[in-house]
């Protein structure tokens, strides 16, 4: 048997990483608990609550783009990873706790003011963690990368086995948006930051464009679990600052694991971290 060149400790990472996308959590499976599928219920929403979650979602992701080309983090020296990764979650899930709780007071029609503030605050984290692996938060591709993540942990996984499951709800996803990421990040260069920030809020820039309906249309998923468990009235009692936590969680622990495995291959190239994990072998992302 050939030896893996990674370290025990990249292997163990690359283990709770692929039990992580396996099974992500109540969050990302659809709140199950709450006591019916959040799925099966979102397919019984009326068709006006479903345009309105569509374009509520839209929005949100708009601005998170609009911020993260806007807005390029101040690089710091990692000093200790684990426990930046840590203090930098813990703010951020206390910063989108208070935004969900004050939209919470208003209740469900405030989520369109609310919730783009959330994924504003949500992509901070996000980046902080491409940060502490070492990505270059200067490189717009890897600031849509940070928006990437937002779509992760969106699978049909019925019928599929574990090596399935890993695969579809992480692999397959980066599979799917890399292109237009690149596109994207390749357009940008050809405008002035300006001009790109103008097209990028009215809309007028193709690519941009079908990048943020794509990006919306899986998250809009998560929206649709925050819409209907806010609506519930257990969960309703708890208040918007509850869920916003376990959404702020969900995600920053997705993109640790995301940008681990991208800086993981970047050291050992993707063929051995892909084939460890689970995943197809070759170049996704």
Known sequence: MTQSPLTLDDQQFLNEAARFFRDPGLVAKGLTW????????????????????????????????????KTIPKEKEVLDRDLESLQSSRIHRAMTTFTGAA????????????????????????????????????????????????????????????????T??????????????????????????????????KGTNPIFVKLIAGVAEKFQIRVSQKFIAEGMPLIGAIGGGVLNYAFTDFFVTT???????????????ENVVQNYFGGPPGPIV
């Open 168 to 201: 579809a709800s992480y692999f397959a996803t980066r599979a799917s948006f890399v292109a237009i990421m690149r596109r994207a990040a390749t357009t940008a260069s050809a405008f002035s930051a300006k001009e790109l920030l103008r097209s990028v809020e």
């Open 103 to 166: 939209g919470g007071i208003v209740g469900l029609p405030a989520l369109a003011i609310e919730l783009p503030v959330t994924t504003v605050l949500i992509l901070r984290a996000i980046s902080d963690q491409a940060r502490l692996f070492g990505h270059d938060l200067q490189d717009l591709e890897t600031r849509l990368e940070c928006l990437m993540v937002f779509t992760m942990g969106v699978s049909d996984g019925d019928g599929m086995s574990m090596h399935e499951k890993t």
């Open 34 to 69: 709450a006591g019916k599928p959040v799925e099966a219920m979102q397919r019984r929403l009326p068709e006006k609550a479903r345009s309105t979650l569509a374009v509520v979602s839209e929005k949100a992701i708009r601005k998170a783009l609009i911020a993260a080309v």
């Open 255 to 269: 993109a640790r694991f995301h940008f681990g495995i991208r800086a993981l291959e970047k050291k050992y190239g």
